[in-house]
């Protein structure tokens, strides 16, 4: 009977979503498949192919002819992996960014769709009962093939913004003693991002975990238009001690590298001992201090800098 009802629910489900066309679906030219690909290579600030294979139980050769697909389309690129020359780094281009932004907007369209249809009363009911399918499935797979999932990095959704300046305020208060005006500080960097911001130039990452948002970061433009200015860096307790942090941090790098600043700065306190331990692993250099009362507390405000490239200030 389990076996019925689990077959049941599979054709069920594959049709309420669509996934035997989702590009149909969802108005892509990309399969359920493609699109699951170019998910993993969004969310991921470096991938290989090896490492996408395993994760996503691809066939060795299908996902190489996927990817040749998506490089003659001008999706990805395809270089040597810094880890191991042998292996094939692969990375979305702005275009390939621009797809999957895409595809995340119609995919959010389409459950939000779908969730319109279930009364109020009832959605939180609906992702319990989804979360505990995923625990009980994930527990039942043998140690040798469970995977556990890692945070994945992604754009902000609706109500992201507002959690950042929310978690932000509630951490900070718990764990240094800081009054409400750090969280109107975090709130009016965060409004100000929402209301103009380059996404070529500018950029929000979420760290989610099983669900749920666990930490953030934010790269914006400077006052000198070749600087780009690090804020925001946030993990919540629960996922802390697994890198999450500098990985975070890593991706600001990356991507201001790319976006064609020539420094990255930085303005944090002396308090905050682990965010400036990942800034000292990241190759940032402590420029300058200064004391000052701020948040109800006497604490001592440090600059900190990181020399990316020489060249032009991004247009």
């Known amino acids: 009977m389990t076996v019925h009802e689990i077959r ?27 699109s699951r690909v170019l998910y993993e290579l969004a969310h991921a600030p470096r991938t290989d192919a ?18 040749g697909k998506f490089e003659r389309d001008g999706l990805v690129e395809r270089a040597p992996s810094e880890r191991d020359p042998r292996r094939q780094r692969i ?13 995340d907007e119609r995919s959010r369209e389409a459950v939000g769709k779908l969730l319109a249809t279930v009364p109020a009363q009832d959605r939180s009911r609906l992702a319990e009962a989804m ?9 039942a797979r043998p140690d040798q093939d469970r ?47 929402a209301q103009d911001h380059d996404p070529h130039l500018e950029r929000v990452w979420i760290a989610e975990l099983d669900g749920r948002p666990v930490g953030s970061v934010m790269c914006v433009r400077d006052e000198a238009p070749s600087t780009a200015r690090l804020r925001l860096l946030l993990v919540e307790p629960e996922a802390r001690g697994h ?16 976006a064609g600043y020539r420094e990255l700065v930085l303005w ?3 308090a905050l001992s682990a965010a400036r331990r990942i800034y000292q692993r990241a190759g ?32």
């Open 8 to 34: 049941a629910f599979n054709r069920f489900y594959t049709n309420l979503i669509g996934a035997l066309d989702y590009g149909k679906h969802l108005y892509t030219p990309y399969t359920l498949t493609e």
């Open 50 to 67: 090896a490492d996408l294979r395993l994760e996503l139980s691809l066939d060795a050769g299908y996902l190489s002819r996927l990817l």
């Open 91 to 103: 990375t979305l281009t702005a275009r390939g960014r621009e797809a999957t932004t895409l595809l």
């Open 131 to 139: 979360r505990m399918v995923r625990e009980i499935l994930s527990e």
């Open 147 to 193: 995977r556990r999932e890692g945070p994945v990095l992604r754009d902000p959704a609706p109500g992201d913004l507002g959690w950042i300046v929310q978690r932000h305020g509630a951490l900070y208060a718990a764990e240094y003693g800081w009054n409400a005006d750090f969280e109107g500080l975090v709130a009016r960097i965060v409004a100000d991002f």
């Open 243 to 258: 890198g999450l942090g500098d990985r975070l941090v890593s991706t600001v790098v990356e991507f201001a590298r790319e």
């Open 268 to 270: 944090t306190n002396d």
């Open 284 to 315: 940032f250099t402590l420029v300058t201090e200064k004391p000052h009362r701020s948040y109800g507390a006497d604490l001592v405000g440090q600059d900190w800098r990181l020399p990316l490239q020489e060249g032009p200030p991004p247009l």
